[in-house]
C-alpha cells in the first residue's frame, strides 16, 4: 500500500448515519496506509456512541455546537473550538449537547473504525430495535461497549 494525497471539498466524501448521528469521512484509512483517518461527525442532541473503548487512539476537535464527552468517570461538555484526545483503551463516549446538531472531526489512528461505522449503518437502520445488534458488531471491529446489551 502507499499514501496518496487527500482533497474532500465541502458535501463531497461517504456519508452514513450511524445510530443517529452522521458521520462523514474526509479522509479514509486506504489513503494513508492506515496511518490514521480524519471523520466529520454531525451529532443532533443527545446522539452518538455510549461509552466504549477500544485498543486506538481518537482525537476530537468541535467545530461547531455543543457536545457531552464521558473520558473515564468524568463527564464534561465542550463547545465549539475545544479539543479533546482519548488514548487507546480509555472509556470514553460522546452526544451532542445542544439544541442545535454539533459537528466534530474524529481523528482515528492508527485507522480502524470505518469497517465498524459502515456495519453499524448497514445492520442498524431501526431505533431501538435494531440495538441488540450493536454490542455484537462492536466485538467484531474491537469495539468494546460499557452499557448493558439490549436483547
Given at each position: ?58 482525537a ?8 457531552r ?39 482515528d ?43
Amino acid at each position: 500500500m502507499s499514501k496518496e494525497a487527500v482533497i474532500t471539498k465541502r458535501g463531497e466524501g461517504e456519508t452514513l448515519s450511524v445510530m443517529g448521528a452522521g458521520v462523514r469521512f474526509l479522509c479514509e484509512a486506504a489513503k494513508t496506509d492506515h496511518g490514521f483517518s480524519l471523520m466529520e461527525v454531525t451529532l443532533p442532541k443527545d446522539q452518538g456512541p455510549p461509552r466504549h473503548d477500544h485498543p486506538w487512539d481518537e482525537a476530537y476537535y468541535v467545530v461547531d455546537g455543543d457536545v457531552r464527552f464521558q473520558l473515564g468517570d468524568e463527564d464534561r461538555v465542550f463547545s465549539t473550538g475545544d479539543f479533546v484526545y482519548a488514548p487507546g483503551g480509555m472509556v470514553h463516549g460522546f452526544q451532542g449537547a445542544g439544541e442545535k446538531p454539533a459537528r466534530v472531526l474524529v481523528f482515528d489512528a492508527p485507522a480502524t473504525a470505518e469497517a465498524f461505522f459502515r456495519e453499524m449503518s448497514r445492520e442498524i437502520r431501526n431505533i431501538p430495535e435494531d440495538l441488540s445488534k450493536a454490542h455484537e458488531i462492536g466485538q467484531r471491529h474491537n469495539i468494546h461497549f460499557r452499557v448493558p446489551a439490549r436483547g
